[in-house]
Structures are given as C-alpha cells and as structure tokens.
C-alpha cells in the first residue's frame, strides 16, 4: 500500500499544480493538466524494472542497462523529449514545459524524504554525483502525504468546479 500512495501523492501534487496554473493561464485545458500529471509520475517509470529487470534489458541490448538512471535529472530530460515528440509540433513547447514541471515536483518531493543516510539521491546526474540532504520530512511509506495531497486536490477541484458555475452564467457570489 505505501508505493501506491507514495505514487497517488505525486499525482495528485501534478493536479494541484496543474489545475493552479489553469486558474492563472487561460490557455490551460484537462489535457495540460493531466501532463503535469503525466510528469509528475514520469520518474517513476525508473519503477519499470519490476516488470523488465535491468538484467533482462542488458542481454537484449548487450550493453549495461539500469532503469534508475529515469530517476535523476538526465532521465527527466530524456522522458521529456521523448514525450514531446509525441505531441503535435505547434503544441511541443507547452507540453514539454508542463512535463518538465511535473517531474521537477516529483523530484522535490523525493528530495524531501527521510533516508536511512541523511542524503537524497543523486537528483542531479549526470551532472554530478551530488546526492543534496534529504529533506528529512516524511517516509515514502507514510500515508499523510497522501492524505495532505488529496485534500489540497479536493479543495483545488471545489475551486475549479465554483469558477466554472460562475463562467455559465449562473449565479455567483461575486
């Protein structure tokens, strides 16, 4: 249950993000949230080797191969742009933005866990080696992470829901 709310707060973190950037860029519809969303769960993807062992992966390709490398700034940027390309040209600067702004708030909160060591991982390979200290504020399997994210996504999708009611015509308290 831990992995499945340490990956539920990342989510739902890309959805109050992206719905407060709505609010403030008109521009801003359901798919530009949903790829803050998108990358706010992309360095998780490094999570693939449960389902294809770096192992595995090596004796395909004959070459070292480890998935943790989408972990760390460099495979962000790599997901990034290989994401974008997926997106039609005139849309490719938003979407990789947006991406890019979900994944930094997934390695934010990553940098905010408590380790065994005192030190984050090495966040900014391949840059450098540098692992920052943790930020020491909760376990990744604590659940009130989770609990604080769905409430501030709750209260984000109250917000949005109000907004709209007034945008219809509908009466509103303004």
């Not at 993807?45 to 972990?71: C, E, N, Q, T």
């Not at 790599?78 to 039609?88: D, F, G, H, K, T």
């Not at 940098?111 to 984050?120: E, R």
């Amino acid at each position: 249950m831990s992995a499945v709310a340490d990956v539920l707060t990342h989510i739902l973190v890309g959805y109050v993000i992206g719905m407060a950037l709505s609010f403030r860029y008109e521009w801003m519809r359901p798919a530009h949230v949903t790829l803050v969303m998108l990358g706010a769960l992309s360095p998780d993807f490094a999570k693939a080797d449960l389902f294809v062992s770096d192992w595995v992966v090596h004796s395909l390709l004959g070459i070292p191969f480890s998935w943790s490398a989408l972990h760390t700034l460099g495979g962000t940027v790599v997901v990034v742009l290989l994401v974008s390309l997926l997106i039609a040209p005139e849309h490719r600067w938003h979407a990789a933005a947006l991406i890019a702004l979900g994944a930094a708030s997934h390695h934010v909160l990553d940098v905010a866990l408590m380790t065994s060591t005192g030190q984050a991982y090495a966040v900014f390979w391949p840059v450098t080696e540098y692992r920052p200290p943790a930020g020491g504020l909760y376990l990744s399997t604590d659940r009130w992470p989770a609990l604080v994210s769905g409430a501030l996504a709750a209260l984000v999708w109250g917000i949005d829901r109000y907004r709209r009611d007034g945008d219809d015509g509908s009466p509103s308290l303004e």
